[in-house]
Nanobody, 123 residues
Framework: QVQLVESGGGLVQPGGSLRLSCAAS????????MGWFRQAPGKERELVAA????????YYTDSVEGRFTISRDKAKNTMYLQMNSLKYEDTAVYYC????????????????WGQGTQVTVSS
């Protein structure tokens, strides 16, 4: 069965950095478009960043462009999200998700989900 396991969340001060990891198993990792979503309290889940199977195409939501970097390691079946210059508004539960097909921003298009990891930006 497909399993996505996130790690790397935590408490960080504004301006700090974190790197999230998503370890994938039970799927053909190279065939999946992968994405990082986040959900803050009282808000809808949103796509933060996504990466195509070949890593040739990436997507970032405007609010993280230039601060976050998504990547994937085929040999380790793992996806990463390097988050720099973190802001209070980046506080959320971050989820990794996968789908077969092109990058989309719709939550319902992603069929495989991790359990999430909490990122809290606070002084």
């Amino acid at each position: 069965q497909v399993q996505l396991v996130e790690s790397g969340g935590g408490l960080v001060q504004p301006g700090g950095s974190l790197r999230l990891s998503c370890a994938a198993s039970g799927l053909t990792f190279d065939s999946y478009t992968m994405g990082w979503f986040r959900q803050a309290p009282g808000k809808e889940r949103e796509l933060v960043a996504a990466i195509s199977p070949s890593s040739g195409t990436t997507y970032y939501t405007d609010s993280v462009e230039g601060r976050f970097t998504i990547s994937r390691d085929k040999a380790k079946n793992t996806m990463y999200l390097q988050m720099n210059s973190l802001k209070y508004e980046d506080t959320a539960v971050y989820y990794c998700a996968g789908r077969i097909g092109i990058i989309t921003t719709r939550v319902r298009d992603y069929v495989s989900w991790g359990q999430g990891t909490q990122v809290t930006v606070s002084s």
